[in-house]
């Protein structure tokens, strides 16, 4: 069994910060590609930012600057730090990861998400 669970949503005013963890749990052999991503009201989930295990990232435009991804592979945990925050980022948060529980390949997981409230 893998679990990932997100923390570190919450509401915020424009122009604030936030952190958001994801921590990974369980039978876990290897963890590829982390990602976050995010669903708005009516809108279609989409990606907000991708971290390889080497440490590459890419980001979706609009949060290009303000965003920043990171994880810690001891700890099996993926960070987002989200800086200068719009209204627009409004939405919940969730994340996503690639993991091998033994030799015979990798699995998508989600968590469960965290909203996210940008309001003044």
């Known amino acids: 069994q893998v679990q990932l669970v997100e923390s570190g949503g919450g509401l915020v005013q424009p122009g604030g910060s936030l952190r958001l963890s994801c921590a990974a749990s369980g039978s876990i052999f290897s963890i590829g590609v982390m990602g976050w991503y995010r669903q708005a009201p009516g809108k279609q989930r989409e990606l907000v930012a991708r971290?390889?295990?080497?440490?590459?990232?890419n980001y979706e435009e609009s949060v290009q600057g303000r965003f920043t991804i990171s994880r810690d592979n001891a700890k099996n945990t993926m960070y987002l730090q989200m800086n200068s925050l719009k209204p627009e980022d409004t939405a919940v948060y969730y994340c996503n990861a690639f993991i091998a529980r033994g030799t015979s390949g990798y699995e998508k997981y989600w968590g469960q998400g965290t909203q996210v409230t940008v309001s003044s």
């Open positions: 971290i390889t295990s080497g440490g590459s990232t």
